[in-house]
Nanobody, 125 residues
Framework: VQLQASGGGLVQVGGSLRLSCAAS????????IGWFRQAPGKEREGISC????????WYADSVKGRFTISSDNAKNTVYLQMNSLKYEDTAVYYC???????????????????WGKGTLVTVSS
């Protein structure tokens, strides 16, 4: 199983970016794919997840209404569209996968078994 996040970069406050998570080595349409981020000096935070079998999604309150997760099963790729970016969105963003569906317990994505390398998002003025 391989996951590769891409699309990070430098963006101004209020701007937008789209991250991609390209997956290989597993049956993509039967997994939960999550996006996580880790800012300097902070713990890793699960921010969104999609179950590729039915398209169901979950968002953390910190990104709800600003970020949109989607899946293109034909391309084995999950996207994270990030709009209205804030300084506090600056972080390394990772994607991860777990079998069957996303599992969220008490506001935390759990059960991810496979992780990709991150992509840095920097929000500045």
């Amino acid at each position: 199983v391989q996951l590769q996040a891409s699309g990070g970069g430098l963006v101004q406050v209020g701007g937008s970016l789209r991250l991609s998570c390209a997956a290989s080595g597993f049956t993509f349409d039967d997994y939960g794919i999550g996006w996580f981020r880790q800012a300097p000096g902070k713990e890793r935070e699960g921010i969104s997840c999609i179950s590729t079998s039915d398209g169901s999604t979950w968002y953390a309150d910190s990104v709800k209404g600003r970020f949109t997760i989607s899946s293109d099963n034909a391309k084995n790729t999950v996207y994270l569209q990030m709009n209205s970016l804030k300084y506090e969105d600056t972080a390394v963003y990772y994607c991860a996968a777990e079998e069957v569906v996303c599992t969220v317990v008490a506001g935390t994505i759990v059960g991810m078994n496979y992780w990709g390398k991150g992509t840095l998002v920097t929000v500045s003025s």
